[in-house]
């Protein structure tokens, strides 16, 4: 008798530890600074509009290529990954100043972003617009909600920054980026 109650009791300890081991909770914490991530750094895909002032024939939409460059009338191919908008009127500006274009005066605007991916727990899995100022809770919202197995404390996210791709815990309320992807994990209770 006390022989079955040992071994249905290491049945259930091994059940317990496997089920912790599939629910992605070993998974490190997301430790970035939201406040570092407000500033949107372009990336391949990127639609922008770029003005240059008093300029229309050098003006126009333009989109970030493959690798990461605009090419731009005149000026040829300006690096434009991981730049901010600001960094890339500067870089222009610069470029047309030398020779083209006296005292030039550029503005870039962002007008279709990267999108994310959310997969896992969540009604409709896929590809989604990325919206500046964007968390968690806002693309499980886009992606048609939880299932009603999904665990909604926290997401699990591969930043599409991180050269690494390491999996991360993330809280519902941290920020999501371009080229993220997030994953609701599956409950189990």
Do not use: W
Not at 61 to 71: L, Q
Not at 73 to 102: F, M, W
Not at 128 to 146: E, I, K, P
Not at 148 to 153: F, H, I, M, V
């Amino acid at each position: 008798m006390k022989r079955r109650h040992v071994f249905r009791a290491l049945g259930l300890t091994a059940i317990a530890v496997a089920m912790a081991a599939c629910s992605g909770v070993d998974a490190p914490l997301e430790t970035a600074d939201v406040g570092q991530m407000t500033d949107y750094r372009l990336g391949s895909g990127d639609a922008l509009r770029v003005i240059v002032f008093g300029e229309e024939q050098l003006s126009g939409e333009f989109r970030v290529d493959g690798s990461g460059k605009v090419a731009m009338p005149l000026i040829g191919e300006v690096p434009a990954k991981n730049h901010t908008t600001r960094e890339l009127e500067s870089d222009i500006a610069k470029r047309l100043s030398q020779g083209y274009v006296k005292d030039a005066k550029v503005s870039v605007e962002v007008l279709n972003h990267r999108p994310f991916f959310i997969l896992g727990e969540v009604r409709n899995p896929g590809q989604y617009q990325y919206v500046n100022g964007m968390t968690a809770m806002a693309a499980v919202a886009m992606a048609g909600g939880y299932t009603y197995r999904a665990k909604e404390d926290y997401v699990l996210i591969t930043r599409g920054a991180d050269p690494k791709k390491e999996l991360r815990k993330a809280p519902i309320t941290t920020q999501v980026m371009p080229d993220d992807v997030l994953r609701v994990p599956e409950r189990y209770f």
